[in-house]
């Protein structure tokens, strides 16, 4: 197989000014055709909006998250763009920008292409007609130390994990394979060179796909003597948890910014930690607690979404009303709450437990967490962690200024991630790194096989 070049997504960008207000503000297209705001001044960053109306030369898009929609009319370069929020209307004024990544600076790259071969390939499972889209770095100098399949978080992530222009799981596969290390990484269902249908899987699907990745380079690269494990971030983890719990099949895990107590948990724990970021009045935020956990309890009891429909529906309702009165508004956010909340991925991440699996778990295992993480509270899930009787203890590794992406960082908040100039810490690297030479369990694979190549 030859070496190749991935080739990027294509992004259409502009940045101007909301004129009355002198704020700068940055709009995206993606090319799956999604409309994304950056506001920095407000801290506001990577907001997805959904289109409601489009025609010939104007769209309007909405943001729930912040409650504005934006009308646009392209006039080749420029975009004449009107904000309305809150009863207001702005003018902005906006520029295409040739690059999106100009706005942002990365401070990793590549650095060790020379290290390794980079390969490009398509799995195929022949029976439900689908294909799963990987990059492979395999070093040159041999023997391979071991193989690592990287597993992404919540929601459909490219090979690279591509999040605000930045590329974790490139960094993580260049500086592994650099390090001996041969490294898989897959887009996941439905996007880039994958098929299949990611808003009907469960996390089980997932992990069905991880093992016909490891079955196929261990049956097409004659590496069955090579130890082989998994690296997952967030759900990933979830995943890589749920892949060894099935197969038994893995000889080590990585686990990075894991949940360890239950999704229904982290999901709320974040929900209020929302509402306490956008300073919502004490008296509001404790009625919406008692909605979002009548929604959860709905979600976690039923298996049927066809059953509780009526009742999740009563519940955001009174649960948006809170904040909207505008019908036309309110009904585009409750239905699509009611689509997040059927989603099989989501009900599925909702009622995970990674304490029964992390019970079970008889592999050596690395787990990494940022102290400053405001996505998946990290003292709550160590102390839940400390509780568990393992079979096999883990290496529990905690760095203080890092956030949920393994990023140095002031605050930990989310709207540092894209102004955030390092895609993860080079201290996480070497500790992942050091981590699995030192583990006599999975060298001793490796020197068998060492052993086995001088008598070959």
């Not at 209307?89 to 980079?118: F, G, M, P």
């Not at 992404?152 to 500086?175: C, M, T, V």
């Not at 107590?261 to 929302?274: A, L, V």
């Amino acid at each position: 197989m030859r070496k190749t070049e991935r080739k990027a997504k294509i992004y259409k960008a502009w940045k101007g000014l909301v004129k009355s207000e002198s704020i700068e503000f940055i709009l995206y297209k993606s090319s799956e055709d999604d409309f994304i705001i950056d506001i920095p001044s407000q801290n506001l960053f990577s907001i997805k909006g959904e289109d409601k109306n489009r025609a010939l030369n104007y769209i309007e898009v909405y943001f729930s998250s912040i409650e504005a929609s934006l009308h646009l009319k392209t006039n080749k370069n420029t975009l004449e763009c009107t904000l309305y929020q809150a009863k207001k209307q702005y003018a902005v004024s906006l520029e295409s920008i040739t690059d999106i990544y100009s706005i942002y600076v990365r401070s990793q790259s590549k650095n060790h292409k020379n290290s390794y071969i980079e390969e490009e390939i398509k799995i195929s499972d022949n029976i439900e007609q689908t294909k799963i889209g990987c990059t492979i770095t395999t070093p040159i100098k041999k023997p391979i130390k071991s193989i690592i399949i990287l597993l992404s978080g919540s929601g459909q992530h490219d090979r690279n994990q591509n999040i605000l222009g930045h590329k974790p799981f490139e960094i993580i596969a260049d500086y592994l394979s650099y390090k001996g290390h041969m490294v898989v990484r897959f887009d996941n269902r439905g996007i880039g060179e994958s098929t299949g249908l990611y808003q009907r899987s469960t996390l089980l699907d997932f992990s069905k796909d991880v093992l016909k990745i490891k079955n196929f380079i261990q049956k097409e690269y004659n590496t069955n003597r090579i130890p082989i494990g998994l690296l997952g971030h967030s759900e990933g983890a979830t995943v890589a948890l749920i892949t060894e719990e099935e197969s038994n099949d893995f000889d080590f895990l990585v686990l990075l910014s894991p949940p360890i107590i239950p999704g229904y948990k982290i999901y709320r724990n974040q929900f209020i930690e929302n509402q306490i970021i956008h300073k919502q009045r004490h008296r509001i935020k404790n009625i919406k607690i008692v909605y979002i956990d009548r929604i959860i309890e709905l979600i976690l009891k039923n298996s049927e979404y066809k059953n509780i429909k009526i009742k999740l529906k009563k519940n955001i309702e009174k649960l948006v009303e809170l904040d909207i009165k505008e019908k036309k508004t309110k009904d585009f956010i409750i239905n699509k709450s009611l689509d997040l909340y059927n989603s099989i991925p989501f009900r599925s991440f909702m009622k995970s437990k990674n304490e029964i699996y992390l019970k079970n778990l008889r592999k050596p295992s690395l787990i990494i967490f940022g102290m400053l993480d405001k996505q998946i509270n990290p003292v709550e899930n160590i102390k839940k962690l400390r509780e568990i009787n393992f079979k096999t203890q883990p290496k529990i590794k905690k760095f203080n200024d890092l956030n949920h992406l393994l990023q140095t960082c002031k605050t930990g908040h989310p709207s540092e991630y894209s102004t955030n100039s390092e895609t993860i810490s080079p201290r996480v690297l070497k500790e992942i790194s050091t981590w699995m030479d030192n583990r006599e369990d999975i060298k001793y694979k490796s020197k068998n096989l060492k052993n086995q190549l001088k008598k070959d």
